[in-house]
């Protein structure tokens, strides 16, 4: 919501122009009225203004130095100004000074109501952008941490905003996706969630800015007054409001980190503080965390014993490892106050044996696991204790499938009988990394690299292959050829034959005999 301005020597036109127009409509809660440029200027001192209409010509001072004094002393207010008189040197200095518009009286309503939703445009356009750049070179410390360096800044921006001003910060962490996201659809994600945010927590009544600080971390930095601050239980229902909305609709997992009443010079203080929340939130998901609230170790970190888990990697019992290593990182999960730190050395441990095993069984490491220990892959590992768990199932996929020589092909062999063999039944990358022994995933994209074709198109070939077969040296009627390759529908069946062959199913079974 914004505030309006407007100052006119006759009191008369001022209480027109305020009466002329729904200011709720167009998204203006306050409208304040001055008389003279005197008591403009106290209502500046005392509030801030976002749009302020003005009559150049008065008595005790024109509109154009009352603006002047405004652009010396204060943060840029978007103007309008009225007069009886079309002076080109009037609205060329109105121009100079940043007036948004230069209107005639008397200014029919529709005009006044038109240039104002203008003004407002500008200001939901432009402001937002130069706070977040604010913001994010004050945690970048591009901006010093000093109220003088701060209310510099934010006059030479024209921000709103004062260095005394009290505001509060709420983290929040994406946690984990349920869903696989390319890099596209994870900031199309990120961008809904910044939206929500400003429904559910924003426009509760609270003023504040959405900042995305960088890939998984949203910033909601809330502007108060101090008699006006939420209570903490109202803040911890709007962010469990938010985190239930994320979880539902863009199947996410996400905290929030609330933060305490503070000025801007201890912002980065208080933010560097919410971060240490998140960093170590490695266990809970879908939480609100006060940043008073202090996690502490609840109970001891049952440590895995590496050298049985090394002797089970040498034998080769993959599934019992699973099972292990699964059991000790569940009940990981439901240690509250288990802290970052705990993750690395897990980390820096599970790899040390790792490395050590393949060594003792011949097999070099520097190309196996090119991607999974990169810095960056590193990094999400030790994020939760989720992203660790789906890290060791990748470097264990790996790790067996490559300790046989030509294990690879074996496995492609075996899945494409398991293809043939069950062409006749509903076939998912499901069913078949089940019979296999590999996650639905790894099973894809190893089925791609070794035939260059991804699985759903190699059963489609497959089961034209053998449609073919059977309409060529059988007198099996089309439709009975449809259901023993697996489709159930012969619509279907005769469109997708059509595609890969180019002629019907029974054109197929005339020119081929």
Known sequence: MYTLLIVDDEVYIANKVKASVDWDQLGISKVFVAYNIRQAKEIFESHSIDVMICDIEMPQGNGLELLTWAREKYLKTESIFLTCHADFEYSKQALRLGSLDYLLKPVPENELKEVVQKAIYKIKTERPLVMERFWLDLLQQSIPSHPEAIKKALFEKSIPLSETASILPILIGVQHWEKKLSVREEHIMEYALRKTAEELILQQGNKGQIIQVKTGLILVI???????????????????????????????????????????PNMLAMYDQLMYLHLNNVSLSKQVIASREQSVKTQ?????????WAEMMKQG???????????????????????????????????QMLLYTLQQNGLKSDQL?????????????????????????????????????????????????????????PLSRQYIADYIGLSPDYLVKLFKKETAISISDYITQ??????????????LPVSSIAQAVGYSNFAYFSTTFKKEVSMTPQDYRRTSR
Not at 228 to 249: D, G, W
Not at 302 to 308: A, G, L, R, S, T
Not at 320 to 338: F, N, R, V
Not at 462 to 475: Q, V
């Open 369 to 425: 696991f090119k991607d999974q220990l990169s810095p960056d892959r590193a990094l999400i590992a030790t994020r939760s204790v989720n992203d660790l768990q789906s890290w060791v199932q990748d470097v264990l996929e790996i790790t067996f499938i490559q300790q046989n020589e030509g294990e690879s092909e074996s496995l492609v062999d075996r899945i494409k009988h398991y293809i043939t063999s069950h062409i006749d039944q």
């Open 300 to 308: 001891d970190i049952p440590w895995p014993q590496m050298n049985i």
């Open 317 to 351: 019992d993959k599934k019992k490892l699973h099972a292990e290593i699964t059991s000790t990182l569940h009940s990981w999960k439901q240690i509250e106050g288990l802290d970052a730190q705990s993750l690395r050395q897990f980390y820096q441990s599970f790899l």
């Open 222 to 264: 809330l502007e108060l007054e101090r008699e006006s601050v939420p209570t903490e239980e109202k803040l911890k229902e709007l962010c469990e409001a938010f985190i239930e909305a994320s979880h539902q609709y863009f199947y996410c997992q996400v905290s929030c980190y609330i933060g305490e009443l503070t000025r801007i």
């Open 462 to 475: 497959e089961r034209i292959r053998i449609s073919k077969e059977l309409l060529a040296h059988s007198d």
